[in-house]
């Protein structure tokens, strides 16, 4: 992973290790219509020059549907698989979806080199091996193939909507309340994969991202770096524990419907993390409301034993079992 400002200049050394023996073979550049830019200079003219310029580049372009979004559903994914077969490796240049597609493709290719050139700090998704795919309209986080490597140039981050780049702290927001839904279905039995340490991964970074996301707005390289930094993480938390559960919890079931809804009615919801960030507030309250509920039982629990101690006592209470403790 090459994360940082002038990581870019990195791409043509990052693909040739992967990709060693060309043979004349193209490359091949996934890309969507979204105009990437990088310090005012068009990125994907960029990127084909450092990958040997445009008679070495095959180039990839995913249509968007109405609004220009791209959407990661069969008929695209088998698309972009037969125009990469043959080439020497695959270099996606997108934010989350692209990836997502980029990563498909590379699984259907039998493992095809994948390079991710991430444009945005919008999810966590860059760096696991799911792909989220539109499955007849529903929403499936499917096992498809780890990127090989990413690229995530400050300067190009800072290139991209504002907002697209806050949304990846709303998806970040998740890890607030996704590690206890997760917890809770390991101690209902409906999960066996609960594991502190890869909680621990990412939740230690919570009050950086929170600092980061104040200083995005200002063009900061540094914020773009750290948040970059997270959702990195973030996306190989889930992909080591083999699940979205470190990630994602009820927060991303209600945002996925959200979305399908907005989709089926032709419409566009606002960005993923964006509605992430929102019912991750949501999610909050409701844990809130839980801890409030254990602790108002445990409180009815001591003033019982405190009436039976006081009984017991000849009406004495006992100074240690205060109400609350
Ligand atoms: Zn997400």
Redo the contacts with the bound molecule.
Sequence with gaps: MKIGSGTLEELPAVAGSLMPKRRGRPMALLTDRVVKRRAGSDLLALVEELLGGPARVRVIVVEGGEGGRVHADAPTIERVTAEANGSAGLVTVGSGTLADIGKAASDALSGLPHVVVQTATS???FTDDQSVLLVKGVKRTTHTRWPDALVADAEVLLGAPLALNLAGVG?LA?MFTAPADWELAHALGMADSFSATVVDMVRGHGADVLAAAGSLARGDPAAATTLAEVLALSGISMGVAGTTAP??GME?TVSHLIEMSMNRRGREAAY??AT?GVTSIIAARLWSKVRWKRGSETRSRHSTLRARWARSAGGSTPRSCSAGR
């Design positions: 999810v966590n998704g998806d998740a990630a994602s991303h993923h993390g992430v």
